[in-house]
């Protein structure tokens, strides 16, 4: 590595880690190096890592000594936590301590933070728009990462909060893609009105990442959001249809019917649906697009992203299954 600038990468085999990686990876003279921290180095995304040059370090976030560990010497730290992997909003606020601390506890110049907005501040507690979760929160995977950022701030770490998007890969891995209805037609169905869903390739998310450590001192202390496009339900479903060459069309159902689909995370997707409806100038805002392509330039469209994955959408019948988001 000799003396390239260590970025350790969280969550490095997943889609932002492994964006990151990637990024880091593919601009061999930019002066960074990556360390990319998986709890398998056997894995096959691990190996391919490897392969493109990244140290690949064993590591569990949930165990605090090997993440202070893998963090030792590293420039720079990539921070993303795993909601989707325990349903936890406690869980997912203890692996952002334990990084908080590791990337305390390191020295490390340079924080990236991937974060979303704690929904509480526009819809409080006691607020009846949409129902409490969990005894607390009202869409418990953003809340949880919003109520995070103070772990990073209380710490004087030298962060960037970097507010994501709705991956487009939702529609390929989720079940969120087209599925045909009784009445033939395809479908995408989201609770959102006519309002707008900032959107993004999930791979711009590691670029824009990168795009952030590079300009160091320009984003310490500050947050970033990022988007690719801000599209209606009507708008994604034409640009489906023109790349699938069928017609898909938006299902605008309620938040209480999406609630009430019944798959493991309806109920937080619900209430986040609603939460980017009802709040779209203030969700779409914290995301300009303008931005977004300053920071990263080459930054997908939909329909750019569509266009080299679309025939990765898989066209089913049948209920919604979860996000990932
Ligand atoms: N889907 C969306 O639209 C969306 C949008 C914005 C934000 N998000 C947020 O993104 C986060 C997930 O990021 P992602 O999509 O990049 O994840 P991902 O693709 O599911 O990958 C997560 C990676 O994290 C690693 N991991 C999980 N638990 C770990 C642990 N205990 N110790 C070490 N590594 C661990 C796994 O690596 P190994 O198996 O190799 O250890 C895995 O490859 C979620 O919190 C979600 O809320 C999602």
Redesign the pocket.
């Known amino acids: 590595m000799g003396d390239k600038k260590i970025i350790a990468v969280?969550?490095?085999?997943?889609?932002?880690?492994?964006g990151v990686c990637r990024a880091i990876l593919k601009d061999a003279g930019g002066g960074y190096a990556v360390r990319a921290?998986?709890?398998?180095p056997g894995?096959d995304?691990?190996k391919e890592l490897k392969k493109l040059g990244a140290e690949v370090v064993e590591?569990?976030?949930?165990d605090a000594e090997s993440l202070k560990r893998a963090f030792r010497g590293a420039h720079g730290a990539f921070c993303?936590?795993?909601?989707?992997?325990h349903f936890s909003p406690e869980k997912?606020l203890a692996?952002a301590r334990n990084m908080a601390d590791a990337a305390k506890h390191a020295g490390v110049r340079h924080v990236i933070w991937?974060t979303?907005e704690d929904t509480r501040k526009w819809v409080p507690i006691g607020d009846r728009r949409m129902p409490t979760l969990m005894g607390k929160y009202k869409v418990p995977?953003f809340d949880a990462?919003g109520e995070a950022n103070r772990l990073f701030s209380e710490r004087d770490l030298p962060t960037t909060f970097l507010l994501?998007?709705?991956?487009w890969?939702?529609l390929i891995h989720?079940g969120m893609g087209p599925k045909r209805g009784e009445d033939g037609n395809l479908y995408i169905t989201f609770p959102m009105g006519d309002k707008k869903l900032p959107g993004i390739a999930?791979e711009d998310i590691g670029k824009s990442a990168y795009a952030i450590f590079r300009k160091g001192d320009d984003f310490i202390g500050k947050t970033v959001g990022i988007a690719g496009d801000h599209l209606t339900g009507d708008q994604m479903a034409a640009a489906l249809s023109k790349a699938l060459g069928q017609e898909v069309r938006y299902n605008a159902v309620s938040p209480e019917v999406y609630r009430g689909l019944g798959f493991p995370g309806a109920e937080d997707l619900g209430n986040m649906f609603q939460f980017k409806r009802d709040f779209e100038s203030d969700f779409c805002g914290a995301r300009s697009l303008g931005f977004s392509r300053t920071l990263n330039p080459s930054m997908q469209t939909f329909e750019s992203w569509l266009a080299e994955n679309g025939d990765r959408i898989p066209i089913e019948k049948g209920s919604l299954r979860a996000?990932?988001?």
Do not use: C
Not at 10 to 18: I, K, N, R
Not at 59 to 62: A, R
């Open positions: 969280t969550g490095a085999t997943g889609a932002q880690g492994g921290l998986t709890r398998n894995s995304k691990a590591v569990d976030i949930d993303v936590t795993f909601f989707w992997e997912e692996e991937s979303l995977h990462k994501t998007s709705f991956y890969e939702n989720f999930s996000s990932g988001e």
